[in-house]
């Protein structure tokens, strides 16, 4: 009897550690669900990358409302792309002109890399800080909170995924081959809301041919919500229509 009361005990002390644990997920995709509910925010996110050559990525500058446009602005080496969208719909800039999406992606540019058909992909891809964390979240092990940070580690089809994203080719085919898969992730909510997260990723990707280790570290900071103005040019909003 007394050993059934002190292990009664045990648990319930333990039961608000246990309900934390288990709610580290639900609590960083319920802030991501609350900043994808704001009527606006601005982010800036930077990629610490081990690919140090001509594509290495450069920082990326977002502004979004809520059902309305979102503008990008994304640097890779010395050059700089915009981008615009609202819906399914958007258009990108490259060497000073503005193409839809739909025109960009089927710019083969006759061989080689073509940069404005990857801006053009991407974009098809793209998805808010609010979305990419909410999948992150998902994507995670487990998220523990301490010191103010929810943190943990992606499973390994998670890490595949990121590790994968921007190459995957169009209609289907075969993608890269990915070995060693790993990642981890994590979060910052202020007042109930996504401020800030921090992924990384490794792994080996062999694709066409050619393979390298990746190790790269992608920081994502939200501000000015409820205070951000998306201002997009009259003639990206011509080809978004």
Known sequence: MKRTIVFTALLLAAAPLLAADSGGKDDVIAAA??????DNYTWHTTVESTNNGRFRPGPTDGKTEKDGFTFVTFSMGDNTSEAALKGTNGAVKTDG???SLADAAK???GGGF????FLAMRMQN????AQEAGDLA???ADLKLADGVYAGDLTEAAA???LTFFRRPPGGGDGPEVSG???SVKFTVSDGVLSKYVLNVQGHVEFNGNGRDVNNTTTCEIKDIGKTKVEVPDDAKKKIQ
């Open 33 to 38: 669900k609350k900043l994808a509910a704001s």
């Open 97 to 99: 002109d503005w193409q």
């Open 107 to 109: 710019d083969d540019g």
């Open 114 to 117: 073509n940069p404005t058909r």
């Open 126 to 129: 793209f998805k808010s800080p």
């Open 138 to 140: 998902n994507g995670a």
């Open 160 to 162: 595949k995924d990121r």
């Open 181 to 183: 898969a790993k990642g």
